[in-house]
């Protein structure tokens, strides 16, 4: 059966799709995953990709948590940290190597693998950053120099880079049109459920040296563990449906979707809702040069400066809490206990943005999370009191996550099937790259003028993000990906 654009019918596409041109098939395919209801069976799928995201929030956030062991340890002394301690001629702290090193190595990944999921497909790229994660880091866990500990720590992230690209672009072409919101922010809740537990390793763990083994490299080890465990689990995740019939296996794109939409059935007791087949996607392989074409120009330059902004409050604050509480007079027992309390906050931000997900446009969540951001930073600049600190550090949290799970779910619905990895690759890595430079700027700004110095610098990086996204960005709530990709 020949589907048209706008067509509406209540007969299964299945038969005959894989003689569809590619274009049309992935359309036919988009068009029954579209109009799937809520399920056990796609909120399953969600949660298991989440899992798998999971390990790089892990990630991400015990590298402010371990900065105290570390540097306790004396990684950071200019003999242990080799030529990385070149970087001292610019005002940059030792632990601000590491940071420089990890997202060095997640900018350098983005940009050289985001690719390889548009062209090999999403499953195995995503599990395949999994082995790698997990095998770096152990290798990090056991070096003894600051030189040696960053450089695994790069290529760590190299390999691990692009995993929440991957993530982003397997959620979007997954989730039915009308929770598509939802699905993101549950994503993200998933994920961010484990910040408070590294953060609670970090403050049981960094301090001490269980069988002489010292904290922080057993919190590392964890996450590697863990991120074995993931890989076994995440494998029952089927191939993205959209991605297989763009690329001529509209076979296997119809198996995994008919065999979705008969669980859904089941499970919903309910016939799936009529068919409506929006304008197919240009039959192409996509180019990298395509995400720089009249079309989608303007929003790769939109999502490229927003991303370089809105990484400076998010790891600009979450890398270095631990440290931001020391410079305002906590003692390191402590701040690492305030910091896990903080850090319980992570999961409530998504969790709470369920309600309005899907009710209010993706920038507008994304602005309200910028202007939250900036306001809490320069409220906890000037705080001195532990319970007003914890509380600011709490709001700013928040808003952060639910921010994050709107432009997460935002970027990458603004490029169509063939480019979605690459181009979410590239936009993305810009927060990469200002997330190396970032950490060295706050360790500057922090020897400099102290928080208040660091929460100035990062409420101005908020004014811009809402900028750009308030005057340049489209609207999307309640579109399908196809239409919005013309």
Same mark, same amino acid.
């Given at each position: 059966?020949?589907?048209?654009?706008?067509?509406?019918?209540?007969?299964?596409? !299945?038969?005959?799709?894989?003689?569809?041109? !590619?274009?049309?098939? %992935?359309? !036919?395919?988009?068009?029954?995953?579209?109009?799937?209801?809520?399920?056990?069976?796609?909120?399953?799928?969600?949660?298991?990709?989440?899992?798998?995201?999971?390990?790089?929030?892990?990630?991400?956030?015990?590298?402010?948590?371990?900065?105290?062991?570390?540097?306790?340890?004396?990684?950071?002394?200019?003999?242990?940290?080799?030529?990385?301690?070149?970087?001292?001629?610019? @005002?940059?702290?030792?632990?601000?190597?590491?940071?420089?090193?990890?997202?060095?190595?997640?900018?350098?990944?983005?940009?050289?693998?985001?690719?390889?999921?548009?062209?090999?497909?999403?499953?195995?790229?995503?599990?395949? %950053?999994?082995?790698?994660?997990?095998?770096?880091?152990?290798?990090?866990?056991?070096?003894?120099?600051?030189?040696?500990?960053?450089?695994?720590?790069?290529?760590?992230?190299?390999?691990?880079?692009?995993?929440?690209?991957?993530?982003?672009?397997?959620?979007?072409?997954?989730? #039915?049109?009308?929770?598509?919101?939802?699905?993101?922010?549950?994503?993200?809740?998933?994920?961010?459920?484990?910040?408070?537990?590294?953060?609670?390793?970090?403050?049981?763990?960094?301090?001490?040296?269980?069988?002489?083994?010292?904290?922080?490299?057993?919190?590392?080890?964890?996450?590697?563990?863990?991120?074995?465990?993931?890989?076994?689990?995440?494998?029952?995740? #089927?191939?993205?449906?959209?991605?297989?019939?763009?690329?001529?296996?509209?076979?296997?794109?119809?198996?995994?979707?008919?065999?979705?939409?008969?669980?859904?059935?089941?499970?919903?007791? @309910?016939?799936? #809702?009529?068919?409506?087949?929006?304008?197919?996607?240009?039959?192409?392989?996509?180019?990298?040069?395509?995400?720089?074409?009249?079309?989608?120009?303007?929003?790769?330059?939109?999502?490229?400066?927003?991303?370089?902004?809105?990484?400076?409050?998010?790891?600009?604050?979450?890398?270095?809490?631990?440290?931001?509480?020391?410079?305002?007079?906590?003692?390191?027992?402590? %701040?690492?206990?305030?910091?896990?309390?903080?850090?319980?906050?992570?999961?409530?931000?998504?969790?709470?943005?369920?309600?309005?997900?899907?009710?209010?446009?993706? @920038?507008?969540?994304?602005?309200?999370?910028?202007?939250?951001?900036?306001?809490?930073?320069?409220?906890?600049?000037?705080?001195? %009191?532990?319970?007003?600190?914890?509380?600011?550090?709490?709001?700013?949290?928040?808003?952060?996550?639910?921010?994050?799970?709107?432009?997460?779910?935002?970027?990458?619905?603004?490029?169509?099937?063939?480019?979605?990895?690459?181009?979410?690759?590239?936009?993305?890595?810009?927060?990469?790259?200002?997330?190396?430079?970032?950490?060295?700027?706050?360790?500057?700004?922090?020897?400099?003028?102290?928080?208040?110095?660091?929460?100035?610098?990062?409420?101005?990086?908020?004014?811009?993000?809402?900028?750009?996204?308030?005057?340049?960005? #489209?609207?999307? @709530?309640?579109?399908?990906?196809?239409?919005?990709?013309?």
């Amino acid at each position: 059966m020949k589907l048209s654009a706008g067509t509406s019918t209540h007969t299964d596409p !299945a038969t005959g799709v894989d003689a569809l041109p !590619a274009a049309s098939a %992935s359309a !036919a395919i988009a068009a029954r995953l579209d109009r799937l209801p809520a399920s056990r069976t796609l909120w399953k799928i969600i949660a298991l990709i989440s899992l798998g995201g999971l390990f790089e929030y892990y990630d991400l956030f015990f590298t402010g948590y371990v900065a105290p062991g570390m540097a306790k340890s004396g990684l950071f002394s200019p003999d242990s940290l080799g030529f990385f301690a070149s970087l001292a001629g610019i @005002k940059v702290a030792g632990f601000g190597t590491f940071v420089f090193s990890t997202f060095a190595g997640l900018w350098l990944g983005v940009v050289l693998l985001g690719q390889l999921a548009d062209r090999y497909g999403r499953r195995p790229v995503f599990t395949g %950053s999994l082995v790698w994660y997990a095998c770096s880091t152990t290798i990090m866990a056991f070096q003894h120099t600051g030189e040696m500990v960053n450089v695994w720590r790069f290529v760590a992230g190299v390999g691990f880079g692009v995993q929440l690209v991957t993530i982003d672009a397997y959620i979007s072409e997954l989730t #039915p049109l009308a929770l598509r919101g939802r699905a993101f922010s549950v994503n993200q809740f998933v994920s961010f459920c484990i910040v408070p537990v590294v953060a609670l390793f970090a403050w049981l763990l960094v301090p001490t040296a269980p069988f002489g083994l010292d904290g922080w490299r057993w919190v590392v080890l964890i996450g590697s563990a863990g991120a074995a465990v993931a890989w076994f689990l995440i494998r029952q995740v #089927p191939e993205s449906p959209r991605w297989l019939a763009l690329h001529g296996r509209a076979a296997e794109a119809d198996a995994i979707t008919t065999a979705i939409e008969r669980r859904v059935e089941a499970e919903t007791g @309910k016939a799936l #809702p009529a068919l409506h087949v929006e304008a197919p996607e240009e039959e192409s392989t996509g180019q990298f040069r395509e995400i720089f074409a009249s079309r989608y120009w303007r929003r790769t330059v939109m999502l490229s400066v927003f991303n370089m902004a809105q990484v400076i409050g998010f790891y600009g604050f979450a890398a270095w809490v631990p440290t931001l509480l020391i410079a305002r007079g906590i003692n390191i027992t402590h %701040s690492l206990q305030y910091s896990f309390i903080i850090a319980i906050a992570n999961p409530f931000g998504p969790l709470v943005g369920t309600y309005f997900a899907d009710h209010l446009e993706r @920038k507008t969540q994304i602005i309200l999370g910028l202007s939250v951001m900036g306001v809490a930073m320069l409220g906890f600049a000037h705080a001195t %009191s532990p319970v007003v600190l914890i509380a600011l550090g709490v709001v700013f949290t928040l808003a952060a996550n639910i921010m994050s799970y709107a432009y997460h779910n935002y970027q990458a619905e603004l490029y169509p099937t063939r480019i979605r990895a690459r181009a979410v690759g590239f936009v993305y890595s810009w927060s990469r790259f200002a997330a190396a430079f970032a950490g060295l700027a706050i360790g500057y700004f922090l020897n400099l003028g102290g928080a208040l110095a660091v929460a100035t610098f990062i409420a101005i990086a908020m004014v811009v993000g809402i900028a750009v996204i308030g005057v340049f960005g #489209p609207s999307t @709530k309640g579109v399908a990906l196809e239409r919005i990709s013309h």
